[in-house]
């Protein structure tokens, strides 16, 4: 699996980055990755604290090359928190640009050194199932699970998105996700696997990107719920766009409505870490059918101990990974007749596969099933708040009840109990709310249960 080797040869003019000022073609990135494989062939594994600079770039594609397993780093995490992630996979060498009270290798240091180096280097070979990639889930259960992500496993993905989210060899991609995060590190393979051009950023500058998407006429664009709702404040229009792909978490009516309006081409996903980016899409025809739902399934979906129609999603396919490489105990729960089970909640109508919640998440009080996305659809949908996460608290007659923990500008308790009065049971109302200025979110903009739930119980 030649890929960059493959797109140098056949396309060596193409553009294949753009960043800042510097672009790129297929021809110099499979040069500069050929030195910086050279520097990095001693390594079996190594674990880079990826940021989306060219040197990042460089570093991602030079251990293809080299046949070296990354181990992609979350650059917001503490000392502890990575050097407990490096252990669990038996890596020693760390590549960042942070200051780390633990030795590491200075990224832009050892690029550069590559760079100016007078080598020349033979690529391996790699194979299907030998690994490209390793990374960790959100660890919102407690521990963080290690992802082996193969080049099988992201050639079937490549693949699977290309079914339903149309991109070509012409194709623009503006890629502003996280490139230690699967969503955007599959942009930048994806890319390269059919030698169309990427516009990398390094942050999410909303005028910026507008700018970006007209001046080098991005045809498409991969997104959260958030960062599409903060374009959309910013004067998003269609442009050339052919495609923005949203992910990540549930995308809620309103901001739905809002891009309809405005004609742009929305495309709703449902992925994970462990499925090597989406498993299933939503295309704009899809989402005037079954305007909810993620996309049609085929015979690699089934649910899992249903009650009323309702279950545990299953999903199998070559983009699936094929164990977690730690705690290696995970994998007895995590496949089940040959699906890996997704640990999500949902159902099935008409061939269309809706997303109800994590399991984890599921509230249960006093033996009914409250689900809490349900709820933040509700308020989100009908109220004037940015943000929120509805979250368990133990009650001593119920077991559990609901919390809502809401971000607006101002109090608005009143308002939302009086919404959830017209649409949902009484049973399922929040028993607490309590308003911010900021939730807690991921480092893609994603608001984290886990963490507003930790929060909640230090505070109140």
């Known amino acids: 699996m030649e890929w960059l080797k493959d797109s140098a040869l056949n396309a060596p003019d193409k553009t294949a980055i753009i960043y800042n000022d510097d672009t790129i073609t297929y021809t110099t990135l499979y040069r500069h990755a050929l030195k910086v494989a ?22 991602i594609h030079g251990a293809i090359l080299a046949g070296t397993e990354i181990v992609m780093i979350n650059k917001h995490l503490t000392t502890a928190e990575v050097v407990r992630q490096m252990d669990s996979v038996h890596v020693d ?7 780390m009270t633990i030795d590491a290798v200075n990224t832009n240091a050892f690029v550069n050194d590559a760079l100016r180096a007078s080598t020349t280097y033979t690529p391996v070979e790699n194979n299907k199932d030998d690994i490209l990639s390793i990374m960790f889930t959100s660890g919102t259960t407690g521990v963080q699970k290690a992802v082996p992500q193969t080049y099988g496993n992201h050639e079937a993905s490549a693949a699977l998105c290309k079914e339903t989210f ?11 996700l996280p490139l230690f995060h699967i969503s955007g590190l599959s ?7 059919d030698h169309c051009t990427v516009v990398l950023h390094d942050g999410f500058h909303e005028a910026q990107i507008i700018d970006d998407l007209n001046t080098y006429k991005v045809t498409h664009l991969s997104l959260v719920p958030q960062t599409l709702e903060r374009l959309l404040h910013h004067g998003l229009e269609p442009s050339y766009l052919q495609g923005i792909l949203v992910g990540g978490a549930k995308l809620d009516e309103r901001i739905l409505t809002q891009s309809l309006k405005r004609n742009l081409p929305i495309y709703t996903s449902f992925g994970m870490t462990e499925t090597c980016s989406q498993m299933i899409t939503a295309t704009p025809d899809d989402i005037a059918q079954a305007r909810n739902s993620v996309g049609r399934i085929n015979d690699n979906f089934k649910l899992f101990d249903c009650v009323d129609g ?3 999603i299953g999903v199998r396919g070559e983009h699936v990974m094929h164990g977690y490489l730690y705690p290696e105990q995970a994998n007895v729960h995590a496949f089940r007749d040959g699906f890996f089970m997704t640990g999500d909640i949902g159902y ?4 269309y596969l809706y997303i109800l919640d ?19 659809q509700v308020i989100l949908n009908n109220t004037e708040i940015h943000a929120i996460a509805v979250i368990p608290k133990s009650d001593a007659q119920w077991g559990q009840v609901p919390v809502c923990v809401y971000e607006a500008d101002d109090d608005l308790d009143e308002k939302i109990i009086n919404v959830l009065c017209d649409r949902l049971a009484k049973y399922k109302h929040p028993k607490q709310f ?8 991921t480092s893609n903009g994603k608001v984290s249960r886990h963490k507003v739930k930790e929060w909640f119980d230090e505070m109140y």
Not at 187 to 193: D, F, G, H, Q, S
Not at 358 to 376: A, M, Q, T, V
């Open 348 to 351: 099935i109508q008409d061939d």
């Open 310 to 312: 309702i279950g545990e």
């Open 358 to 376: 994590r399991r984890k998440d599921l509230i249960i009080s006093g033996g009914e099933n409250i689900y809490p996305s349900e709820i933040e």
């Open 38 to 59: 050279h520097a990095l062939h001693r390594y079996n594994r190594i674990a880079l604290m990826a940021e989306n600079t060219l040197d990042n770039i460089y570093m």
């Open 434 to 441: 309590i308003r911010t200025d900021a939730l807690i979110r």
């Open 187 to 193: 942009i930048l393979l994806r890319a390269v696997m």
């Open 166 to 176: 149309t991109y070509t060899s012409q194709s623009v991609w503006l890629d502003t």
């Open 93 to 99: 060498t760390l590549f960042t640009t942070k200051e």
